[in-house]
């Protein structure tokens, strides 16, 4: 993952005395939970922040196929094959919703694509790690969707309508996801010592990657506090990774696994989980594209898009003749 480069023209948090006249009517109406709709006027860094975090997201989606796409020629039944087969049709689809509403701040499909496959854009640092056992399509379901749930359902209720809108079937998808994953790791808990093992293993190296996957610490975020203004973000990054850290330790011990953070513990007087810290000099190495599978997923995208080439061709070329045929009836008629 590199740098995606993108200027959003946000560099610190403007008081409410420092904003012109449009600026202060637009965040009058976000306080108010005034929902922001594409035709409506939006300040240019709003209308950027929007289009960085939404296309990352649609990104995000697009290649979290293929950790898991990895597997469906081998998992482990039928019904685990269809089940498997589905999510991953459903993260296509969260895809494209994310790509439209995108689409409605006025950058088209193709530039967004173009960022991803050049290496421009960002997309979700753990869709970079290798999912090297069946449990590890458990782990994504129960961890990755578990996080991904806990950060969008805030965002059901976000500023802008057509982001907002999307996450609501989204999120219910997300649900079943989350649901699907747990049962692999249940099963597998329950299964032989060797099948326990299995999904001890996964859930050592799925774990770290998830909590880094909620983003930096909050000192570190650079893009939060404006955000947060905006409420394109609800919560933080911190806030949303602790909750993430509350729901998912006792369905560990439910599964009879070892979360693998000694530092992690209870706490009476804040009545949330303690927990040691990540190593963030991987999650930076990640982002600039030194994780274990940036090359193969960004080539994979990139081989997809060039494979496809005909399919779009041939849109085009039915699309140009169904026109043709339009305009010379319309010529009759007149
Ligand atoms: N990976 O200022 P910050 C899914 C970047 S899909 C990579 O805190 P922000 C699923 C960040 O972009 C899951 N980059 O940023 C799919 C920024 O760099 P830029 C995807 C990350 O935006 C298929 C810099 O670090 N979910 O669950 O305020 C199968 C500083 O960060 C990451 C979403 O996209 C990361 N993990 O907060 C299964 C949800 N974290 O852009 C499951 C929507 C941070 O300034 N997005 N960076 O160059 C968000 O909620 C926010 O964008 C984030 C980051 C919380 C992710």
Redesign the pocket.
């Known amino acids: 993952?590199y740098?995606?480069?993108?200027d959003?023209g946000v560099t610190r948090l403007r008081s409410k005395d420092e904003l012109s006249d449009a600026e202060r009517e637009f965040q009058d109406r976000i306080d108010n939970d005034i929902r922001i709709e594409p035709k409506d006027w939006m300040p240019e860094g709003y209308r950027k922040?929007l289009i960085?975090?939404?296309s990352?997201?649609?990104?995000?989606?697009?290649?979290?196929?293929l950790?898991?796409g990895n597997w469906l020629t081998r998992a482990p039944s039928l019904k685990r094959k269809l089940i498997l087969l589905a999510?991953?049709q459903d993260?296509a689809g969260?895809?494209l919703y994310l790509y439209s509403a995108a689409e409605t701040l006025g950058v088209s499909r193709d530039e967004m694509q173009d960022a991803l496959h050049t290496g421009k854009a960002?997309?979700?640092?753990?869709?970079n790690y290798p999912t090297l056992t069946w449990a590890d399509i458990g782990a994504?379901?129960w961890l990755?969707?578990g996080?991904?749930?806990i950060?969008?359902v805030p965002?059901c209720r976000c500023s802008f309508g057509p982001y907002a809108r999307a996450m609501v079937r989204v999120c219910k998808e997300?649900s079943f996801?989350q649901r699907q994953g747990f049962d692999i790791m249940m099963t597998l808990a329950q299964g032989t010592p060797e099948q326990k093992q299995m999904a001890q293993d996964s859930l050592n190296r799925w774990w770290w990657p998830s909590i880094?996957?909620?983003?930096?610490r909050?000192e570190?975020?650079?893009?939060?506090a404006q955000?947060m203004e905006w409420k394109?973000?609800l919560f933080?990054?911190d806030e949303?990774r602790q909750k993430f850290i509350d729901q998912t330790v006792p369905q560990a011990e439910y599964l009879g696994l070892t979360i693998p953070d000694p530092d992690l513990k209870w706490n009476e007087e804040t009545g949330h989980y303690d927990y040691g810290e990540p190593n963030w000099d991987e999650?930076w190495q990640?982002?600039k594209g030194h994780g274990p599978c940036n090359r193969e997923r960004l080539q994979a995208r990139v081989d997809a898009h060039e494979n496809g080439a005909w399919v779009r061709e041939a849109a085009v070329a039915y699309a140009d003749k169904q026109a043709a045929k339009r305009s010379t009836a319309v010529s009759q008629v007149a």
């Not at 960002?122 to 869709?127: A, R």
């Not at 570190?220 to 939060?224: A, E, K, R, W």
């Open positions: 993952m740098a995606q480069n993108v959003t922040t960085r975090q939404i990352q997201h649609a990104h995000s989606e697009i290649v979290g196929q950790p898991e999510k991953v993260e969260h895809g960002k997309y979700s640092s753990i869709f994504i379901g990755v969707d996080s991904a749930i950060n969008q965002i997300e996801h880094m996957m909620h983003g930096p909050d570190d975020s650079v893009n939060s955000s394109i973000k933080t990054n949303l999650f990640v982002l």
